[in-house]
């Protein structure tokens, strides 16, 4: 289990891992019920969804099987290899992050605002980070971390915004600290 890779809902939409935590990972709620089952990025049986919460909130967390191992890393894509998650401390406006997700792989920009409200079809999110990454259906649940390598922390799940990795775009992520408190989780 690694942020970034690709995990299929019911098998049949894609999303992609937030971060991994003891017994799973975190991602967006908007992903999965509780209850809905995931299979890997290898679409073998993975785990199952024991929280969600969308819209309002846009986080869940899934319970992985034994084949799987949280590991406490991202994708860095193209970019080169693991980047390893040294912990979840919040950037300010205007930090350099990077997202990393199973449609668009490895992509970086800069916070805009903190407590951002986005409006989307099912409802409103609010809490949200909002910044100038790009990210495309499929990257969704995927991770946004600061953008020094070696020293990567955690910051939200990718839940949704607008334009593409063509053109650029806006994306807006929930942070990971909400996601960690409510269901009691430890990040890797
Ligand atoms: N919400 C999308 C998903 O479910 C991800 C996305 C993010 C799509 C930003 C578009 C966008 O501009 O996969």
Redesign the pocket.
Known sequence: VRGGDAYYIDNR????IGFSVQGGFVT?G??GRVGSTTAGYNRATQGTFQGSSFPGNDYGWVRVNSNWTPQPVVNGYRSGGNVQVRGATEAPVNASVCRS?S?TGWHCGRITARNATVTYPQGRVSGLIRTTV????????GSLVTADRNNAHAQGV???????CRSG????FQPVGEILSRYNLRLL
């Open positions: 939409t894609r999303c992609s967006a908007h992903c997700g449609t790009c990210a495309e259906p499929g990257d969704s649940g990718t839940s949704g915004g607008s334009g593409n775009g806006t994306t807006y």
